[in-house]
């Protein structure tokens, strides 16, 4: 059975940048949709967008677009989010996901439900 | 996108109780694809639904779902107070997948 394990909580200054990682252990990886889903405090969940990382071919929700990366590491079975320009509204618990199907086009739409979680990686953008 | 809109936010009863979750769509819902997450203080989402009504490996039997097209339920019978948590229902059945903004439950 797959897990998937973060890394640990960042903090970071307004306008820097920050990299979590998701490594995955214990199962098939590679050719499933990896998601990322934010979680603000004390709000509802937020999908960022994902990445097939035997194909390497990603999507990401438009309101995510212009700062968002999602890359693979396929040797490491790890995928990493980065996040560009951080102002004080992206602190936020961030998760990954893997889809319950592996993909049947090399494309990182799934149209599949999340499982498993990540526990999840805290991140603090304070001056 | 689709909207998912959860009703109530919170729902207080007590242990015994059935607790109805409802999860209404902006738009019909592809193929039913409709899943249900639990999610206590502190940890990460947890999958309780998937398809609108079938259950995740191990989820107790008083979890259920129901529904269809725009309009869905998730069903609590004999509500315990390990359910504490809050749910959220998600669509994958459309690109972006979206999440509803959840529905506490609170025991009394």
């Known amino acids: 059975q797959v897990q998937l394990v973060q890394s640990g909580s960042e903090v970071q200054k307004p306008g820097s940048s920050v990299k979590v990682s998701c490594k995955a252990s214990?199962?098939?990886?590679?050719?499933?949709?990896i998601s990322w889903v934010r979680q603000a405090p004390g709000q509802g969940l937020e999908l960022m967008g994902g990445?097939?990382?035997?194909?390497?071919?990603?999507n990401y929700v438009q309101k995510f677009q212009d700062r968002v990366t999602i890359t693979a590491d396929e040797s490491t079975s790890t995928v990493y989010l980065e996040l560009n320009s951080l102002r004080s509204e992206d602190t936020a618990v961030y998760y990954c996901a893997r889809d319950s199907h592996a993909v049947v086009v090399p494309q990182a739409v799934g149209y599949n439900w999340f499982d498993p979680w990540g526990q999840g990686t805290l991140v603090t953008v304070s001056s | 996108e689709i909207v998912l809109t959860q009703s109530p936010g919170t729902l207080s009863l007590s242990p015994g109780e059935r607790a109805t979750l409802s999860c209404r769509a902006s738009q019909s819902v592809s193929r039913n694809y409709l899943a249900w997450y639990q999610q206590k203080p502190g940890q990460a989402p947890r999958l309780l639904i998937y398809g609108a009504s079938s259950r995740a490996t191990g989820i107790p039997h008083r979890f259920s779902g129901s529904g269809s097209g725009t309009d869905f339920t998730l069903t609590i019978n004999r509500l315990e107070p390990e359910d504490v948590a809050v749910y959220y229902c998600?669509?994958?059945?459309?690109?972006?997948?979206?999440f509803g903004q959840g529905t506490k439950v609170e025991i009394k």
């Open positions: 990445i097939v990382p035997v194909f390497g071919t990603t």
């Open positions: 998600q669509q994958y059945g459309s690109s972006p997948r979206t």
């Open positions: 214990g199962g098939t990886f590679s050719n499933y949709v």
